[in-house]
């Protein structure tokens, strides 16, 4: 399986592609005129450290923040890389708060997966990214710079918005948008939320993320795991079945799962079944 690639999305954004063995996400970066600004903390210190070596060898400009989707570890636990403020909703900060009081070790670890705190599906991930030193070593850093709903970031000939969003993923997603070039950085905005199981989607989740999200036209959106980036009829595409799925669910119930294959793709099945796995 091939690491994190460093690639160009636009003029002004470049990525490093996720690599799923350890669940590592995208990472992105925005540059102006005044600096570069990070797009999530990553899985490790070495996640992050890896990007920014790249960054440093296309001669991008000196990183002036980073700036959190969601407080979950594999977004969050690489900021300590860097010496920048790092930025967040408050509700991200409240969870990454909340991981940085626990201990790290693969006792403590293994302890919170049986009492329910941690993903069962987050515990070899965690194992893999880290070793035991490195995992109890660890500073995980709360972010310094929090906003109740949205922010702003002045990079000289760019402004990047930081948006929050919710979802049923995590409830204190935030969307990046850099208006210039039209990127959006999604981050697991549009995933189900993993504490259930099955993981499931709601209605109601997913029409409020929907209408959070109709103010963005963006050319290239980028979702968290996505080994691709979307173009603008990608992700049209994208919310439009999550709608028509939510459409098919409110109008037929439990029979929406045997008309699904009739209306969309193996994805939109999915989501079909994800939101029909809602708890009550
Ligand atoms: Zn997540």
Redesign the pocket.
């Known amino acids: 399986m091939p690491d994190c690639r460093f690639e160009k999305v636009s003029p002004r954004v470049d990525r490093f592609t996720p690599d799923e063995r350890t669940d590592r996400?995208v990472l992105g970066a925005i540059r102006g005129t005044a600096g570069t600004l990070i797009v999530d903390g990553g899985a490790s210190p070495a996640h992050l450290a890896a990007f920014t070596a790249e960054l440093e060898a296309h001669n991008r400009p000196p990183i002036v923040g980073i700036a959190l989707t969601?407080w979950?570890w594999?977004?969050s636990f690489g900021s300590a890389a860097l010496d920048v403020p790092v930025l967040a909703s408050e509700r991200t900060a409240a969870g990454v708060a909340v991981q940085a009081d626990y201990a790290w070790d693969e006792n403590a670890l293994r302890q919170r997966v049986d009492d329910g705190l941690e993903l069962a599906f987050s515990l070899p991930h965690l194992l893999e990214e880290f070793t035991e030193d490195e995992r109890t070593s660890l500073r995980i850093v709360v972010p310094q710079v929090t906003f109740a709903e949205s922010h702003h970031v002045d990079l000289g000939d760019t402004t990047v918005e930081l948006c929050w969003v919710g979802g049923d993923?995590?409830d204190d997603s935030v969307v990046i948008w850099e208006p210039e070039d039209r990127v959006l950085f999604l981050?697991?905005a549009l995933?189900q939320c993993l504490w259930g199981d099955p993981a499931y989607l709601t209605v109601a989740g997913t029409r409020a993320l929907l209408q959070r999200l109709a103010p963005f036209d963006p050319a290239f959106a980028l979702e968290?795991h996505d080994p691709d980036v979307a173009d603008a009829t990608a992700y049209a595409t994208r919310l439009d079945e999550l709608r028509r799925a939510c459409d098919l669910v409110e109008q037929h119930g439990a029979n929406a799962l045997r008309l699904a294959p009739d209306h969309g793709g193996e994805w939109f099945v999915e989501n079909v079944e994800q939101l029909l796995s809602a708890p009550d």
């Open positions: 996400p969601h979950h594999d977004h993923h995590a981050g697991d995933y968290g």
